[in-house]
């Protein structure tokens, strides 16, 4: 069984899937403007919510900070940019593909 762990790295608009610490995929994301800059430091997934609705896109992965999370968005044009009030925007396919990889309590680390 895997035991997966996700990296975010500010600088490079990345999200990386760990296996331990082999990287098992990327994804692009978009990131928390200048004002409401993405959060740094270490957290966890702590609830998944398919269909949240609004600018979320398809999928919600909540952080343990609170109102911060991973999501679909519906601009995909946001993804690669600084754009977002600080959670981590994914393409809605490539949220869904991580969601179905990685389980409630899966360590985030957040960093510039």
Known sequence: MPNYRIIVDLSDFQLYLLDVNRVVRGFPVGIGKMLTNTPTGE???INKQPHPGGPF????????????????????????????????????????????????????????
């Open 57 to 112: 896109g398809v999928f919600w992965m909540g952080l343990s900070k609170p109102h911060y999370g991973i999501h679909g968005t519906n601009n995909p044009s946001s993804i690669g940019k600084r754009t977002s009030h600080g959670c981590i925007r994914m393409y809605n396919e490539d949220v869904l593909e991580l969601a179905e990889l990685v389980p409630i309590h899966t360590r985030v680390t957040i960093r510039p």
């Open 43 to 45: 957290f966890f997934i």
